[in-house]
Nanobody, 120 residues
Framework: QVQLVESGGGLVQAGGSLRLSCAAS????????MGWYRQAPGKQRDLVAR???????NYADSVKGRFTISRDNAKNTIYLQMNSLRPEDTAVYYC??????????????WGQGTQVTVSS
């Protein structure tokens, strides 16, 4: 079983920065993708950024140039550096792990979420 624990959310003024962390415990294998998703009230949960264990990344267009995802494979931890925050970035941010193996179907795990609030 894999557990994901997020930290680093909070309240920040527009234009400010926050850094989110997500630490995975348990076996996440040697082929996985981890990422950040966010969900604002009344809206669906959307991709923010994701990173493969090999380092390739994907970003939502709305955060390109402002957010940076990174990972420390030795610590099974990913990070999301969020700069130039906007009120529309306000949401609960969730960490997700997708674990791939030739032996069984893809496994998906979610963290509990961390609130990010950007005031104008």
């Amino acid at each position: 079983q894999v557990q994901l624990v997020e930290s680093g959310g909070g309240l920040v003024q527009a234009g400010g920065s926050l850094r989110l962390s997500c630490a995975a415990s348990g076996s996440i294998g040697s082929n996985n993708v981890m990422g950040w998703y966010r969900q604002a009230p009344g809206k669906q949960r959307d991709l923010v950024a994701r990173i493969h264990i090999g380092g390739s990344t994907n970003y939502a267009d709305s955060v390109k140039g402002r957010f940076t995802i990174s990972r420390d494979n030795a610590k099974n931890t990913i990070y999301l550096q969020m700069n130039s925050l906007r009120p529309e970035d306000t949401a609960v941010y969730y960490c997700k792990a997708e674990i791939y193996s030739p032996a069984w179907p893809m496994s998906v795990y979610w963290g509990q979420g961390t609130q990010v609030t950007v005031s104008s």
